[in-house]
RNA sequence: GCCAGUUUAGCUCAGCUGGUAGAGCAUCUGAUUUGUAAUCAGAGGGUCGUUGGUUCAAGUCCGACAACUGGCACCA
């Protein structure tokens, strides 16, 4: 008999419970749920799992599985199951709060282990593959996700139906973890961190930032089109802004400030929005400037806890494609309209056409009442169904001040990281008092939307690089095209070649150095340079360059100024 | 921030049970003038993350701190 993968993988759990039940009989148990790829169980005990213990734990569950044990279900009374949990207080707590929900109180037993579960699992263990699964980590994991809870031990395991399909994933996380942004970054020469001096922080190298630029250049142009302005605000502002914001008393301890010489309090800008709601501030503004779309580039600067720095996935410092959309409550709905279709479409011309979205709804601690509350999440929800896009509620992750939808995309491991975003704001236009003169000359609150696309560049180009394994489209190439002449007789024409590339605007280099072409293709190819052009003796004469392209092994000839026409258009911005 | 692991040359990594550091690539110098994924030879380069401790002796053992990696929590 053949069943569901995640059923198998729940099954798993506890056999992976059990067995370590044998080995720590006095191990407490907390909850063991199917995952992507596997399942953890979650652990509370004085021993400390670490890699060591990894094979002990599957060779007992290689055991337990060729026993050949059954998962016998039962509905148990209240009674009954305090009496089977009396030592295991966290299944005492779940038991209580089902039953308080008025749910059946439902335990499965595989051989000595007996779970409070709902299931389904397997009928016996036979129907579990014996190799089909490997123990990947063993992780700190809080008690119900809540830090204030005590950190349980959690271990993780890759788990499928057969040893190939095992085996398969962990050769592709293999080959995943080559594109690691961090590892592109080096062998790319893009970026580099120093730990010492900016933990968090990332030093643009000239390739790097060429990147960067182009992708800001990109978004610049597409912002243009769709009619906004975009606006540069201060870095360094007096708190008392962000206490007005509200945003020092929820994440004062996350900002970096200090005191000036006249006693002042001054803070790095961990956001953009007070700037951009004093420069709306800034003159008497009509119901005819709205919607008002008022981006920045902004770079902010956020103390984010040192367990949380990932590459150019979470970094301290990190620049916004942020912009404000200031605009009148009835235009709402069009704005975030207009907004999410730019957002996907300029996903789209990147590669990144699977996009999760997540509509997070009101937190507990929040600000405005539940009935804008209600209008704003509606708002949100209804551009999404109105135009047929699929989306997930996230319950209560939505920002103090509003909802928001958060657009997903994936890293090269399949880690979800949030990019691009809309919110709705109901807190600053309130505490900073903004205004607009109506058609009826009465004064009028505007609403404010908050949007990134890429979110933050750092992040956005990570996930790209990682996307293209470091292939970037001509188009966002630092350096697309490298002139290799094949021996030192031919570098005043490779310099040729190059002078008339960068005359047409393609940025090129010629690599002078006194080394065998071999090496250089080599190098090259390894930095993902797009296109190699060779030139020698015959090129020189036909005014010709020979091209070889990453990942293409044939060549091919072409006539210079071709060439350059050729990639004058090639790195044209797809807009 | 919490849990676990890691930290040796610019990079990737070796260094068994403690006896004062190695390789490949990169760099520099010389030779070579190269036709599509590593030309040859030589040289230089490390207070072994920092800091305490144990010991006759610490890269190696113990503690603290920092950073990084994988998770958890957080993510305006």
């Known amino acids: 008999m ?22 720590h009989p006095e191990i407490k148990f907390a909850g063991g749920p199917a995952i992507e790829n596997g399942f953890y169980y979650d652990f509370d005990t004085d021993y400390r799992f670490s890699e060591e213990d990894f094979e002990k734990i599957e060779r007992e569950m290689r055991e337990l599985i060729k026993s050949n044990g059954r998962f016998e279900q039962r509905i148990v009374s209240l009674d009954e199951a305090k009496k089977l949990f009396h030592d295991q207080p966290y299944k005492m707590e779940w038991l209580n709060e089902y039953d308080a929900a008025g749910e059946a109180l439902s335990i499965y037993t595989f051989r000595d282990f007996t779970d409070l579960c709902r299931g389904p699992h397997v009928e016996s263990s036979k129907d579990l593959p014996r190799d089909g699964f490997k123990i990947r980590a063993v992780a700190g994991a809080y008690w119900k996700g809540d830090s204030k809870n005590k950190m349980l031990q959690r271990i993780y395991v890759d788990a499928f139906a057969s040893k190939d399909e095992l085996d398969s994933f962990l050769k592709m996380q293999e080959e995943a973890a080559k594109r690691d942004n961090r590892k592109l970054g080096r062998e790319m020469d893009l970026f580099h961190f120093e730990p010492e001096f900016a933990p ?29 302005v975009e606006v540069c605000t201060p870095g360094v502002m007096d708190r008392s802004l962000w206490e007005t914001s509200g945003h020092w008393e929820k994440y004062g301890a996350h900002n970096y400030s200090g005191k000036t010489e006249d006693g002042r309090m001054f803070c790095i800008k961990p956001m953009n929005c007070p700037g951009g709601v004093l420069i709306y501030r800034n003159e008497l503004r009509s119901y005819r400037d709205l919607p008002l779309r008022m981006a920045e580039f902004g770079k902010v600067n956020r ?43 300029i996903y789209k011309t990147f590669g990144f056409t699977d996009v999760k979205i997540y509509l997070s709804t009101r937190p507990e601690k929040r600000i405005g009442s539940d009935e804008i509350w209600d209008l704003c999440e509606k ?168 091209l070889r392209r990453l990942g293409v092994e044939s060549q091919d000839v072409m006539p210079l100024d071709a060439f350059v026409a050729q990639m004058v258009d090639a790195i044209k911005m797809p807009l």
Not at 2 to 8: A, G, L, N, R, W
Not at 425 to 454: C, Q, T, W
Not at 467 to 490: C, F, I, Q, R, T
Request: include cysteine; charge should be negative; glycine fraction near 8%.
């Open 379 to 546: 708002s949100l929800a209804n551009a999404l169904t109105a135009h047929g896009y699929a989306f997930e509620i996230n319950p209560g992750e939505g920002a103090f001040y509003g909802p928001k939808l958060e657009f997903i995309l994936r890293d090269a491991i399949g880690r979800e990281w949030q990019c691009g975003t809309i919110q709705v704001d109901m807190n600053l236009p309130e505490r900073f008092d903004i205004s607009y003169i109506g058609e009826d000359g009465e004064k009028h609150r505007p609403v404010m939307l908050h949007r990134a696309l890429f979110g933050s560049i750092e992040r956005f180009m990570g996930i790209l690089l990682e996307n293209h394994a470091g292939n970037l489209p001509l188009w966002l190439s630092p350096e697309p095209v490298v002139v290799v002449p094949v021996s030192e007789k031919y570098r005043e024409y490779a310099e040729k070649v190059v002078a008339d590339l960068r005359g047409a605007g393609v940025y090129a280099r010629a690599d002078l150095r006194d080394e065998k072409v071999n090496y250089k293709i080599r190098e090259l190819s390894m930095a993902k340079t797009p296109i190699i052009a060779v030139v020698g003796e015959k090129e020189q004469t036909d005014k010709s360059v020979t």
């Open 200 to 228: 968090g922080a990332v030093f643009w190298h000239d390739k790097g930032y060429k990147i960067y630029r182009r992708l800001i250049e990109y978004m610049r142009a597409r912002q243009e089109r769709a009619g906004y």
């Open 2 to 23: 053949s069943y569901p993968i995640e059923t198998v993988r729940h099954s798993l759990a506890h056999v992976m419970a059990a067995a370590v039940k044998k080995l």
């Open 303 to 345: 103390y984010e806890a040192s367990g949380s720095l990932m590459g150019l996935m979470r970094v301290r410092e990190f620049t916004q494609d942020d912009a404000h959309i200031f605009c009148a409550p009835e235009q709402m709905e069009a704005e975030c309209i207009d907004t999410l279709k730019l957002i996907l479409d």
